[in-house]
């Protein structure tokens, strides 16, 4: 039997010092900090805790890290894997990966259930031409029912991230499922500035860099963009045998990941 590709993050590794310039985002997730750390706050006055929260957004935009913060701010394990994970040629083994991934959970309960990419198996039912996606939907049925039997009490809380909401099948959207949705959009100047910051960390500056003037050249860059334009301009650096980055550097990296870019948004059209 294969076994899911689940990753599992130490506790409290990551938290929400990590995640740059979402603040906004942050304070949206952060009540489910208190869920997992006093569940019975809420239950003992009847409030229903939701069990699914979906972050939308463009790849690169610190979804994974958002989710990771969550769990190390509660202090919970995190269990993570990639819708694409379940999707597999043989029948029956995406939907007995869901199984393996609620299974570990709980047992390790509370946690948190990550799952990427979510869209990969929870499109739309149904939308194909012909037959052919029984294992897709059988896998998408399985997480339904995986879900249904899980909550803070159970086990703990599912995050799932997608850049298309609206391919997603309406019954994951269902109230009880993933009925709360986080857009987690490209940072602005400030929210630049503020992950330049931390991934400038560790990383001696040139008197000639002005983090504020690398953001205000960066516009459309997503956190994952300038974590490599700080991590590029580090390695060239220390190619060229200097001891600090200096803006040669930078604007080298800058070119770079520009043209990477737009490569991309050329491709998804
Ligand atoms: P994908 O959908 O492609 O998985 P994502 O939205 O989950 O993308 P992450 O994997 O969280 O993006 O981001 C990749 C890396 O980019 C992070 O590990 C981090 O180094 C950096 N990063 C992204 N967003 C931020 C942010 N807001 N603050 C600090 N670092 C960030």
Known sequence: KSKAKMTVDDKGSTTFKD????????????????FLKNPRKYTEIGAKIPKGILLVGPPGTGKTLLAKAVAGEAQVPFFSISGSDFVEMFVGVGASRVRDLFEQAKKNSPAIVFIDEIDAVGRKRGAGLGGGHDEREQTLNQLLVEMDGFGVNEGGIIIAATNRADILDPALLRPGR????VVVGRPDVKGREAILKVHAKGKPLNEDIDLKVVARTTPGFTGADLANLMNEAALLTARHNK???????????????????EKKSHVVT
Do not use: N, P, W, Y
Request: net charge negative.
């Open 178 to 181: 993933f009925d709360r949705q």
């Open 243 to 261: 001891r600090a980055i200096d803006m040669e550097e930078v604007q080298k990296a800058f070119i770079k990941i520009a043209v990477g870019t």
């Open 19 to 34: 995640v740059a310039g979402l603040d906004e985002e942050k304070e949206e997730v952060s009540e489910l900090v208190d």
